[in-house]
């Protein structure tokens, strides 16, 4: 998914291409753009655009293009496959074709102070998270800042990932879901999928449909609120969804500096507050965590 490059990943690049005919693997049916279309474009509804094309680079990279060249908030791309998916610090998303969601959205949270942007990923993780767990029926929580995590045979093992990006004004949120990938296919032994978590709901168009609408109508409550996350909730929301609060965490900061201690909340800012072992509050911005110690019972 989003480690980087091993032995394992390498050896799949076979299906990082659109392949002869989307039918080849039944189990991975293409989706319906004009669907999509008819039921997410409506009067006065977020989505002003919804495009699903065979293969691209990177839709993150072909959004990021028509925000520089002027595009209007609302559009949505989606790939059935990428082959330079991009993820969060630097590493990179690859994945079989139609095995999953890879899509990227455009907004221009006019309403909103740009400092505070940064609840933008942590919305889409909230968003997403909360749709899966409802109509897959599968319980997904939110890994600081925002890695979809799912619980199989008690092991945390990552579903999906955000990679938010400012461009031409604009913030292009790129999301990427595992969705159908089989044992043999995920990138690392850490990742997962709806299917091995024993989803209910494996259909990428229904999922696809649910999430965008349940993002469109939490997005719309933010920016009403001018994206304060008090407000609006979502500090709430992401907080009874994040696992890593009550954790101790190994933070690896930027710089290969290294935090150890509790992480005892989330800040105004969305920043991880971790407690060190001296009793110091530290608040962290970016960086990688890893959860240390197995969830208090
Ligand atoms: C992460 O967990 O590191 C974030 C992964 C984000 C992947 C998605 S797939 C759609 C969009 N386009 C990209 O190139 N990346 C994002």
């Known amino acids: 998914m989003t480690a980087p490059d091993s032995p394992r990943r390498s050896g799949l690049r ?3 291409h659109a392949g002869p005919s989307p039918w080849t693997d039944l189990d ?3 989706l319906d753009e004009a669907a999509l279309r008819r039921d997410l474009l409506v009067p006065d509804g977020l989505w002003t655009s919804v495009d699903v094309v065979a293969e691209t680079g990177s839709t993150n990279n072909d959004l990021a293009a028509r925000a520089r060249a002027g595009a209007p908030q609302g559009a949505v791309l989606v790939a059935e496959v990428q082959n330079a998916g991009r993820g969060r610090l630097e590493r990179q998303w690859s994945a079989p074709a139609r095995s999953g969601l890879f899509l990227s959205v455009l907004l221009r949270p006019e309403e909103v102070p740009v400092e505070r942007y940064g609840w933008l990923p942590i919305l889409v993780g909230v968003a997403t998270a909360s749709t899966l767990s409802r109509v897959a029926g599968v319980e997904v929580g939110l890994k600081w800042p925002n890695d979809l995590q ?3 045979d008690g092991a945390e093992r990552k579903l999906g990932g955000i990679l938010t990006e ?3 004004g604009a913030v292009v949120a790129g999301l990427g879901i595992n969705v159908s990938l089989r044992e043999p296919e995920l990138p690392v032994p850490t990742a997962a999928s709806l299917a091995l978590a024993g989803a209910e709901v494996t259909d990428r168009s229904t999922l696809l449909r649910a999430l965008l609408r349940e993002f469109a109508g939490l997005y719309r409550t933010w920016t009403a609120a001018a ?3 008090h407000t609006s909730e979502l500090l709430r929301a992401y ?3 994040c696992t890593t609060l009550g954790r101790q965490v190994k933070v690896h ?4 500096r290294e935090l150890v201690g509790e992480a005892v909340a989330i800040d105004g800012d969305g920043r991880l507050v971790v407690r060190t072992p001296d009793g110091a509050r ?3 911005g970016a960086g990688d965590v890893v959860h240390v110690r197995p969830e208090p019972r």
Request: charged share 30%.
């Open 253 to 256: 900061l930027p710089g290969d």
């Open 28 to 30: 991975r049916p293409p």
């Open 14 to 16: 076979g299906f990082g």
């Open 166 to 168: 400012l461009s031409g």
């Open 150 to 152: 799912v619980e199989i």
């Open 282 to 284: 530290r608040a962290v």
């Open 227 to 229: 994206g304060d996350p």
């Open 239 to 241: 907080a009874d969804r």
